[in-house]
């Protein structure tokens, strides 16, 4: 018995007309097959192993020596240059920021580009020395009102693809995330409310980052000095590195070695004038 392509059948050369059922059963294990390797290919991509992981039993003396470490750099060693090795590690310790619900509206360019570096100088005057000289420089964009939307493609993306939502998690996610936009936070009730909640969230990626970045010894400086409608015409229609319907700009960092010592050493109020123990 075969199955016939009638479609196909009068184009087809004579020993392609029919296929026996065990091509078909073939070529849907073949497709089964890829299917999973997809499945596999992604889940080796999202899960980071967390359950199995030991506690920390870091000496809170390195902790703090980090933290004190870390400056705002102004001026940088235009001369040394990050390796691949520690880049990809900041750039997973950003990965690994949380967020609220765990929906990472945000991403980073990283600007190598030269050429682009310049054309956003002069609306970023925070960054002027870094955009000349630090190693690399992140932009890091939020998302804007349609993707934060609960039933967005992107959310969708996240509950289904990345999360793997089971139906009763997903209805419990929605009615839980309605209620904080709608009710709680009301981050839907306009389009700034909406990209500042997800510039929240880029932040927190955005001081992992920083702490990734001083731990290896790398020095930084996160940047607010810029105008960002500016900056936006440049990154997203001049250069069209991203969609700006979907993101805008919500801060940069730069990275790299710092060119000079700090001039002098951090200040900063004491912990009884910032902590409210009750």
């Given amino acids: 018995k075969t199955i016939r392509y009638h479609a196909r059948q009068q184009d087809a050369p004579k020993d392609t ?24 290919d992604m889940n080796e991509k999202v899960i980071i192993e967390t359950v199995k992981v030991a506690q920390p039993k870091l000496r809170r003396e390195d902790l703090l020596h980090v933290l004190k470490y870390r400056y705002a750099t ?9 390796s691949d090795e520690d880049m990809q590690t900041i750039l997973e310790a950003a990965r690994l920021a949380p967020t ?19 054309a956003i100088r002069p609306y970023a005057w925070g960054a002027d020395a870094a955009l000349q000289d630090a190693s690399h420089f992140l932009v890091f964009l939020a998302r804007k009102k349609a993707d934060i939307t609960f039933g967005s493609p992107y959310l969708e993306h996240i509950t289904h693809d990345i999360m793997e939502l ?13 209620g904080f936009c709608r009710d709680q936070h009301k981050i839907l009730e306009s389009d700034r409310a909406a990209f500042d909640w997800s510039a929240k969230q880029a932040y927190i990626v955005m001081a992992n980052v920083l702490f990734a970045a001083a731990y290896l010894g790398i020095d930084s400086c996160p940047v607010e000095g810029f105008t960002k409608d500016k900056v936006e015409t440049v990154l997203a229609d001049t250069y069209h590195l991203y ?36």
């Avoid at 073949?30 to 499945?39: I, L, P, Q, V, Y």
């Avoid at 089971?166 to 309605?178: L, V």
Wanted: hydrophobic share 30%; net charge neutral; charged share 40%.
């Fill in 243 to 278: 969609d700006s319907e979907h993101f805008g700009v919500a801060c940069m960092t730069a990275l790299g070695y710092r060119g000079e010592a700090p001039h002098r050493d951090k200040r900063r109020r004491p912990l009884e004038e910032s902590i409210i123990w009750k």
């Fill in 100 to 118: 609220s619900f765990g929906f990472e509206p945000w991403k980073i360019i990283v600007l190598q580009d030269p050429e682009i570096r310049q």
């Fill in 74 to 82: 102004k001026a940088w060693d235009r001369d040394k240059k990050i």
């Fill in 166 to 178: 089971p139906e009763q998690a997903y209805n419990m996610f929605e009615k839980a995330y309605t």
């Fill in 17 to 40: 007309e029919s296929h026996t059922n065990d091509d078909l059963h073939d070529r849907m294990k073949s497709s089964e097959h890829d299917k999973r390797k997809g499945t596999r």
